[in-house]
T-cell receptor, first 115, second 112 residues
Framework: DAGVIQSPRHEVTEMGQEVTLRCKPI?????LFWYRQTMMRGLELLIY????????DSGMPEDRFSAKMPNASFSTLKIQPSEPRDSAVYFC?????????????FGQGTRLTVV | KNQVEQSPQSLIILEGKNCTLQ??????????LRWYKQDTGRGPVSLTI?????NTKSNGRYTATLDADTKQSSLHITASQLSDSASYIC???????????FGTGTRLTVIP
C-alpha cells in the first residue's frame, strides 16, 4: 500500500478563495482524521470519521471549514472562504478498527498558504 | 484539562552525542503514549508506544521511558546521527476514546 495520500502537496491561494484538500486513506482503515499543524499550536485535531461518518468535529475552527467522506477511500477538507490565518500544514491520517493501540498513519501533508 | 507538554522546545547536539527529550502529560484516563518522529516536510511516523504497565521500551537507538505515576515520559537517543534531525512529538491516547493529545514537539538538530 502506498500509505495515506494527500493532494495537493502545496497550495497557495488568495484570501476569499475556496480551498479543497484531498485525502486517500490506507485501504482497510476505517478511521480517518484531519489535523492542522502550526508552529505555535502544533498538531490539532479538526475532525475524524469512522466508517465514513463524522464522529467528532469539535476541532473545526468555524463554519468556513467543512469535511466530507463520501466513501471509504476518499475524504475532502474544504475552506470557504479562506483567510490568511488558515495558513498551516494540514495532515490526514488513518487507522483501522480495533484496539486503541493501533497506530495512526499520516500522509505527507498539504502546506496551505493564504495570501 | 488534558494537556501534553514537551521540553525542550528545540535542541542542537553534536553528531554522536546522546540526548533526552521530555514529555509531561495530564491526560486522563490514560491509555497509551507514543513518540512520533516528524522529518521536515513529512507526516509524523511512530517510533514507540508505551502502555500503562511498561516502564521502558527500545527501538534501535531510541529508548522511551514511562512513569505513569508522575505522568512523565522521556525519549533517549543514543549516538545521534545527522538523520535524527527532526521534530519529536509526544502523543497521549485517552482511554475509551479516539482522542489523541499532541505535544507541540521538540525540534532536534544534529550537527556534524
Amino acid at each position: 500500500d502506498a500509505g495515506v495520500i494527500q493532494s495537493p502537496r502545496h497550495e497557495v491561494t488568495e484570501m476569499g478563495q475556496e480551498v479543497t484538500l484531498r485525502c486517500k486513506p490506507i485501504s482497510g482503515h476505517d478511521y480517518l482524521f484531519w489535523y492542522r499543524q502550526t508552529m505555535m499550536r502544533g498538531l490539532e485535531l479538526l475532525i475524524y470519521f469512522n466508517n465514513n461518518v463524522p464522529i467528532d468535529d469539535s476541532g473545526m475552527p468555524e463554519d468556513r471549514f467543512s469535511a466530507k467522506m463520501p466513501n471509504a477511500s476518499f475524504s475532502t477538507l474544504k475552506i470557504q472562504p479562506s483567510e490568511p490565518r488558515d495558513s498551516a500544514v494540514y495532515f490526514c491520517a488513518s487507522r483501522y478498527q480495533g484496539a486503541h493501540m493501533t497506530e495512526a498513519f499520516f500522509g505527507q501533508g498539504t502546506r496551505l498558504t493564504v495570501v | 484539562k488534558n494537556q501534553v507538554e514537551q521540553s525542550p522546545q528545540s535542541l542542537i547536539i553534536l553528531e554522536g552525542k546522546n540526548c533526552t527529550l521530555q514529555c509531561n502529560y495530564t491526560v486522563s484516563p490514560f491509555s497509551n503514549l507514543r513518540w512520533y518522529k516528524q522529518d521536515t516536510g513529512r507526516g509524523p511516523v511512530s517510533l514507540t508506544i508505551m502502555t500503562f504497565s511498561e516502564n521502558t521500551k527500545s527501538n534501535g537507538r531510541y529508548t522511551a521511558t514511562l512513569d505513569a505515576d508522575t505522568k512523565q515520559s522521556s525519549l533517549h537517543i543514543t549516538a545521534s546521527q545527522l538523520s535524527d534531525s527532526a521534530s519529536y512529538i509526544c502523543v497521549v491516547n485517552q482511554a475509551g476514546a479516539n482522542n489523541l493529545f499532541f505535544g507541540t514537539g521538540t525540534r532536534l538538530t544534529v550537527i556534524p
